[in-house]
């Protein structure tokens, strides 16, 4: 086990999965010589060369597509959208060629394709630049969303979603990179579609993930002085999402509230109620609760756009209006 | 050679319409091509133009009627051609348009009205209970009416039923201090009265108040009735035999025949006496007592007394009695013999007039001609209501019972 960072875990996937199999490769902007935006694929164009670590011209549209041919054809494509707001340039290809071919032809061809994404504000960079748009891409069938909070959960399921036959959008944070935590050395595999108890209690239930399961750890210490001891569930895969852990500590707890950095509207959130409610109503002590963000596009300044993102006090207080 | 015309597809995504109007009728000749009828999809009326020439010969569909893309709508032919085998009508799945137009849904498309769950509110009060607490009021038969709630807007949750229940209270989460080592007491179980135990209270605290009860006890000697019990049941299938009780029945409402004054209600300074003798058994349900009713007890037979006692008391136990099995009874009885009671006495149900409650049937040492014998023996108490009948009438319908019982072969004609 090593303490290493979230972009560490993340460089070491992609490091070990290109040395393990020449038909993984990475293609983005910037991810090559420059070594990625994020500095993720530093030391990779050396090692690897040109021909495995391509530089792409600013057109996500043919990285997109471009990743989904090299995929039809055997290839194990790792594509990288500089930020998950531009993936809307390359809808078309993300939400209905990727997760449909292997569907429309039958089974004749797979799509063994990588999208990873940089998502999340806090960096002032702007309404367009900012957004959590996660659920944009969970909706639809075909297409696995994983989003890890933890670099143990970074590094584990980038292997497995590289190893998978079908589509995956890993989706990372903007401000999560320097996230330290404990991660196995060497090869190991996590399980897509799996969520997890990282932290196990007996008050209250938060169910979140990415940057909402990193402020919704500071949260549960902040409660646990007060006494109140808070079971965190990380969802770690939008799609297929696992309920189960959530169910389960639900109908220990019988109350609940739901963390995401993404709007409340037609969110995470919205679709973990709407399953709990269905699958555990008789447990239901209290309304469910949902923190995510204000309903505005995010804005510039500082100030502002930390009064719209979800904080630690928001957490707090919902976990405290849920235990009413 | 008739053509079928058949509901056309007007567009790419169309699956029904409606034949709003039809432009030619029976009998008109028309024109390959020319309109036939107005047919209405979800985005407009559309004037549908034939595809044969000839004599409209059928319409297979009215006007208003809604129906699937294909379905055959209308027959073209010649004037004289025989087309019988081509009136096919579609089947009840096309449902007329009322006059709200757009296109109703077929009854089978319709899903089954949501079930209705019982409720729990009571009365007019809506009772806020969260569906945790609710599930557990469900669970333990806690009246939630009796329950104060403490979560927002005075909802009832979990922890006030739990604190309802025990007297202990929740501990501090906070301290941390050490409990000393206490021997613990046994604690009060509270239990909320059931909204059946309180009727029940209620309706049988007024009787006890307001009738002037007076009792009467009679040992009837049971020796034939039981020996033709036996004899019968014998030639019964199991599952339908018959009980001491539904022998009682029938000879209690033979006996009321001969005397109406017990058979009868007070009603103010009045008294009803019934012309329908539809005698009320008392059958022990979860958190109480119901009286389930026998209508015309005594015209039925022995077996069909039996069977109804059976379903109805099954569906008072099970929660799912009918209005019908628990209203209009004009005289109640009350069985413990099942529990070895010798003779009890009971309250009688208001506003009837008498009760009467029976003991168990056991063997006992009797005088039979001057020796001491084994015979079976019953007692059975009433309870009159000395408003409307006194003593002697009491103790002369206990005769009269006594005809029935002790010659039994009188309950079989």
């Not at chain 1, 969802?235 to 409340?264: C, H, Q, Y």
């Not at chain 2, 020439?53 to 809604?66: F, I, N, T």
């Not at chain 2, 089954?112 to 809506?126: E, F, H, K, L, Q």
């Not at chain 2, 079976?376 to 009438?393: C, L, N, P, Q, Y």
Request: net charge negative; aromatic share 6%.
């Amino acid at each position: 086990m090593s303490r290493i960072t979230m972009r560490e875990a993340i460089s070491q996937a992609l490091w070990e999965e290109m040395e393990r199999d020449p038909s993984v490769f990475i293609m983005g902007e910037e991810v090559g010589v420059w070594g990625g935006t994020y500095a993720v694929t530093k030391g990779f164009y050396d090692h690897f060369g040109p021909e495995r670590v391509k530089d792409t011209p600013i057109a996500e549209n043919a990285i997109i597509g471009g990743a989904i041919g090299a995929a039809l054809v055997g290839q194990r494509p790792v594509a990288e959208l500089m930020t998950i707001n531009f993936a809307f340039s390359a809808m078309d290809y993300i939400v209905n060629q990727a997760p449909k071919l292997r569907y429309m032809f039958g089974g004749q061809f797979r799509v063994p394709l990588v999208i990873r994404a940089v998502g999340g504000g806090g960096r002032q960079l702007g309404a367009t630049h900012s957004q959590t748009p996660d659920v944009v891409f969970a909706h639809f069938p075909g297409l696995t969303v994983v989003s890890p909070g933890t670099p143990e959960d970074a590094k584990g399921l980038l292997k497995s979603a590289i190893r998978s036959d079908d589509p995956v959008m890993f989706i990372e944070h903007a401000t999560m990179y320097q996230v330290r935590g404990e991660v196995p050395d060497g090869d190991y595999l996590l399980p897509i579609g799996k969520s997890k108890v990282q932290r196990p209690g007996n008050d209250v239930t938060i169910v979140s993930y990415s940057k909402g399961l990193e402020l919704s750890t500071k949260a549960a210490d902040a409660l646990a002085k007060q006494g109140i001891e808070v079971e965190l569930v990380d969802l770690r895969t939008l799609r297929p999402l696992d309920m189960e852990p959530v169910i389960t500590s639900f109908k220990k707890t019988n109350r609940a509230v739901v963390v995401e950095e993404g709007w409340k509207s037609y969110g995470v959130g919205a679709e973990v109620v709407s399953r709990i409610y269905e699958d555990a109503f008789d447990y239901v002590d209290a309304p469910i609760l949902r923190v995510a963000q204000k309903e505005v596009p995010l804005p510039y300044n500082r100030t502002l756009e930390q009064a719209a993102l979800p904080q630690v006090e928001d957490i707090v207080a919902a976990v405290k209006e849920v235990l009413r | 050679m008739a053509e079928t015309i058949s509901m056309p597809k007007l567009g790419f995504d169309m699956a029904e319409g409606t034949l709003v109007h039809w432009v030619k009728k029976i009998g008109e000749e028309i024109g390959q091509g020319d309109v036939l009828a107005e047919i209405e999809t979800d985005k407009a009326t559309v004037e549908v133009e034939s595809p044969a020439g000839g004599v409209v010969r059928l319409h297979l569909v009215d006007e208003g009627m809604v129906v699937p893309v294909g379905t055959p709508i209308a027959v073209v032919g010649t004037a004289d051609e025989d087309v019988s085998a081509m009136d096919v009508r579609p089947n009840e799945s096309a449902v007329p348009v009322g006059d709200a137009g757009g296109e109703p849904e077929s009854a089978s498309s319709m899903g089954a009205p949501p079930p209705v769950t019982p409720d729990i509110n009571y009365g007019d009060r809506r009772i806020k209970a969260s569906p945790l607490a609710k599930k557990i009021a469900r669970d333990k038969e806690v009246d939630l009416s009796a329950i104060e709630g403490t979560g927002p807007g005075g909802r009832i949750v979990r922890r006030d039923i739990e604190e309802a229940y025990s007297a202990v209270g929740r501990p501090a989460a906070q301290t941390e201090s050490v409990q000393p080592e206490v021997i613990k007491k046994p604690q009060d179980k509270i239990v909320t009265l059931t909204r059946l135990r309180q009727a029940i209270g209620r309706r049988l605290a007024d009787s006890k108040q307001q009738a002037p009860h007076f009792y009467l006890t009679h040992d009837y000697k049971m020796d034939a009735l039981m020996a033709l019990r036996k004899q019968v049941n014998g030639m019964l299938p199991d599952g339908e035999k018959l009980s001491v009780n539904d022998f009682i029945l029938k000879a209690t409402a033979l006996a009321l025949r001969e005397f109406p004054n017990l058979n009868a209600s007070l009603d103010g300074d009045t008294i009803v006496q019934h012309g329908q003798i539809n005698v009320g058994v008392a059958v022990t349900v979860p958190g109480g007592l119901m009286t389930v009713i026998v209508k015309d007890t005594d015209q039925k037979s022995l077996r069909q007394i039996s069977q109804e006692v059976k379903s109805m008391a099954e569906r008072a136990r099970g929660g799912k009695v009918k209005p019908d099995d628990v209203e209009g009874s004009t005289f109640s009885t009350s069985n413990l013999g099942m529990y070895d009671v010798d003779e009890f006495i009971a309250i009688i149900n208001p506003p009837e007039a008498a009760i009467l409650a029976i003991g168990s049937a056991q063997q006992v040492p009797v005088a039979a001609e001057g020796e001491i014998a084994i015979g079976w023996r019953m007692k059975a108490t009433i309870s009159v209501d000395h408003r409307v009948s006194d003593g002697a009438e009491a103790a002369q319908f206990m005769q009269a019972l006594a005809k029935y019982l002790e010659e039994p072969l009188r309950l079989m004609v």
